[in-house]
């Protein structure tokens, strides 16, 4: 039978291959049945999940993936630069063992970007920085680096990251090859400029107003401009009168009328 620990790992792998969007529902009695055990295992799964930060719970609407705020997004980088720096200006050397297994790794996310399989692109991108802290020995740091990952994994997907995924790939040939050579002040140097990078493409508005977004919808909306009036008409000059010859022509149906009238622009901003 499939375990709490198995069905956790298999969520977070899927937010990190891009295929659990940010919001997406989580059923229990769905999830049962996929995994072929008890909702009390699957409820134990989305539990740990939730305190791992990557799950939330409603009374009402169940578990779903986190959608993460502007803030959450800053404070995950945050917490990623500190805990990867770290790791790297204590380090002293690094063994062959590990530069080789770094080194595999880096073939990996190679491969997957000359393929077409884009989930596993983004797993190996990201799970890069969970390999790094397992091959320099701290087995805490990976597990907290996979769940951290897997946060701005889904953030990327909510703000739309423009990251190219080859510069990644190319940052962490870098960081291997300065990694290798012993110069571990350079390896800091350019994670700490990858990790910046990474950040920088998000969509993030420069400005944490929590008012914004309602400001913006609520603003007025641009008026259509009034019609001009005919010279010499002082009687109804926002009414221009219609020769007799156009008296003539049929008159179209209300909507067409409406629709030749109006400012199209004020509706295209309204559904934009």
């Not at 799950?55 to 500190?82: C, K, L, M, N, Q």
């Not at 951290?148 to 990251?161: D, G, P």
């Not at 990790?195 to 929590?210: E, F, K, N, W, Y």
Request: proline share 4%.
């Amino acid at each position: 039978m499939t375990t709490a620990t198995e069905i956790s790992n298999r969520i977070i792998e899927a937010v990190m291959a891009q295929k659990l969007a940010p919001g997406s529902r989580l059923g229990e009695q769905q999830l049962a049945m996929l995994f072929d055990c008890s909702r009390t295992i699957v409820r134990e799964a989305l539990t740990r999940l939730a305190t791992r930060g990557i799950v939330t719970v409603s009374a009402r609407r169940g578990w779903y993936v986190i959608e993460p705020s502007e803030d959450e997004a800053r404070e995950a980088f945050e917490a990623r630069r500190v805990i990867e720096l770290g790791l790297l200006h204590q380090l002293k050397v690094v063994d062959k063992a590990a530069v080789r297994q770094l080194k595999s790794h880096l073939q990996r996310e190679k491969a997957a970007l000359a393929g077409t399989d884009v989930g596993m692109r983004s797993f190996l991108l990201g799970d890069f920085h969970v390999c790094l802290a397992e091959c320099l020995g701290n087995s805490l740091l990976a597990d907290t680096l996979r769940d951290f990952t897997a946060r701005t994994t889904l953030i990327a997907m909510l703000y739309q990251s423009s990251h190219d995924a080859a510069q990644s790939c190319d940052d962490h040939v870098r960081i291997v090859e300065a990694l290798e050579a012993g110069d571990i002040a350079r390896a800091e140097a350019l994670m700490a400029e990858h990790i910046g990078t990474v950040q920088s493409a998000l969509r993030l508005q420069a400005s944490s107003d929590p008012l914004a977004g309602l400001r913006d919808a609520l603003a007025p909306v641009r008026k259509s401009p009034p019609a001009t009036a005919v010279a010499g008409d002082t009687a109804k000059p926002s009414r221009p009168r219609r020769s007799r010859a156009a008296s003539k022509i049929s008159t179209p149906p209300a909507s067409d009328k409406d629709a030749a009238s109006a400012d199209t622009s004020t509706y295209l901003g309204a559904l934009l």
